[in-house]
């Protein structure tokens, strides 16, 4: 099962099946170039074998011509004799079909009635006679043959030669495609790191281009631009919503001013309640406007922040002030912190863990139970914040990071849905990673930032 779970995740990967589908082409080629020899291979011996098979029976014609049957039968003997012909097979056959010399005492079956050439069995090791049979002037038959013991030999040997190469060239092809994974993976590396990095926020970041015309440096060009088509649209509506911003808040702070005078020469209570919601409504208007100047300050600001921060000493700063919040509210914060050291800006800090436990505490039902907590990993430092409330689906996970955004659960609570854009764009300035995800039940936040040594 474990096996078959490893192989399901082997072939998952594009890249993998490419060099698997390389390699198995690339042998059958192989096994089908190899086929084709060893018929070849075949085809001639078999042909030089007839060869020397009819140049023998030819001669052998000669002797019978010249010194008779007697003669005939002598030199077969002879020929029998001697270590020079011992791969050859030689027979004479009276008329009656009795052997009269040569190497069987006995005519085979194969060989009654038969004319040209024929093939019969020569040993127990499978070896075969390939020999050519003719009637001679007054009866009998004279067969002239050849075993195949030595060509059975030297095929096995390239049977097996053949096999040693395609284990080897099986073992070449999966290096070779192993090196060219590596190739494709680093080639790629760069330009999807970037892209997440992009995707986390990190406007700026840019592919390495490599020199010349190859699809892979075509790919880093055109990501390139596209990046910096992105970044002008981005940067576009950020300025668009920033001015906005800027030039309405001044307007709306006048407009406070004077409903607060209003609400002071109200003639009566209901015209007071009146002005009452609408300095409510002007307030929160206010604070929207806020956090959108807050939110493009922060992410106008691309210097890196130096300072030596222990984000313990920050996250107990926040508590302090939002445990009070929380016990107001009938909700209880807990809090595991152990020193973690971080280069970053302490107030842009404390607003993050502000935000997540502002948060928290707004979807946390009455009587629920939210947690803090900072510790160190190994190179990093991670700080938490999860509640028991009911949580985000996981579908929405990214979608909550975005400006305005507000659940369709979450439309009665109090907020400007510019919470969680803060805070990635803070994460983001800290070289940090945020993530979601499920608490069973509630919401868990994690913010991963790099750790100071």
């Avoid at 939110?295 to 009070?324: K, Y």
């Avoid at 909700?331 to 404390?350: C, K, N, S, T, Y």
């Avoid at 975005?402 to 854009?421: A, I, K, N, Q, W």
Wanted: charged letters at 25%; hydrophobic letters at 45%; glycine letters at 8%.
């Amino acid at each position: 099962m474990l096996n078959h779970r490893r192989m399901r995740v082997f072939l998952s990967s594009t890249l993998n099946r490419l060099v698997l589908a390389y390699a198995i082409g690339l042998l059958f080629a192989f096994v089908v170039i190899g086929g084709l020899s060893l018929a070849a291979f075949d085809q001639l011996v078999e042909r030089d074998t007839r060869q020397t098979v009819l140049t023998d029976h030819k001669g052998l014609l000669e002797e019978l011509r010249v010194s008779g049957r007697a003669g005939l039968a002598k030199a077969i003997d002879n020929r029998v004799q001697e270590d020079t012909h011992r791969e050859a097979v030689y027979l004479l056959v009276d008329p009656g079909g009795s052997v009269r010399s040569g190497h069987l005492s006995d005519l085979p079956a194969s060989l009654l009635h038969r004319q040209g050439w024929v093939r019969f069995p020569w040993n127990d090791e499978g070896d075969y006679v390939l020999a050519y049979v003719e009637t001679l002037p007054g009866g009998g038959q004279l067969v002239t043959g050849h075993s195949t013991g030595e060509q059975q030999h030297l095929r096995e040997l390239f049977l097996r030669l053949g096999l040693v190469i395609l284990c080897l060239l099986a073992l070449l092809t999966l290096g070779l495609g192993w090196l060219l994974r590596r190739a494709v993976d680093r080639a790629l590396k760069a330009p999807l790191d970037t892209v997440d990095r992009v995707t986390a926020g990190h406007l700026d970041e840019r592919a390495p281009e490599r020199a010349g015309d190859d699809a892979f440096a075509r790919l880093g060009r055109t990501l390139n631009r596209m990046l910096d088509r992105i970044r002008d649209l981005v940067g576009g509506i950020q300025a668009s919503t920033d001015a906005i911003a800027h030039d309405l808040r001044t307007p709306l702070m006048r407009l406070k001013t004077r409903l607060e005078q209003a609400r002071l020469a109200a003639p009566d209570e209901h015209v007071s309640r009146e002005i009452d919601g609408a300095l409510n409504e002007a307030d929160q208007l206010i604070t929207t406007f806020n956090s959108l100047l807050r939110l493009a300050r922060i992410e106008g600001t691309t210097s890196a922040p130096m300072a030596a921060v222990d984000l313990a000493d920050v996250a107990t700063d926040a508590l302090e002030l939002w445990q009070a919040v929380a016990e107001a509210s009938g909700r209880m914060i807990q809090a595991h912190v152990e020193p973690a050291r971080i280069a970053g800006d302490r107030d842009l800090l404390f607003q993050l863990i502000s935000n997540l436990l502002d948060n928290a505490i707004k979807y946390t039902e009455a009587g629920g139970r939210i947690t803090l907590s900072v510790r160190e990993e190994k190179d990093a430092a991670l700080l938490s914040v999860y509640d028991d409330g009911p949580g985000i689906a996981t579908e929405q996970h990214e979608r909550v990071f975005d400006r305005f955004v507000r659940l369709e659960s979450h439309r009665g609570t109090p907020g400007t849905g510019l919470g969680l854009s803060v805070v990635r764009a803070i994460a983001i300035r800290h070289g940090a990673e945020v993530r979601l995800s499920s608490a069973a039940p509630g919401l868990r936040v994690e913010v991963r930032f790099p750790a100071k040594h």
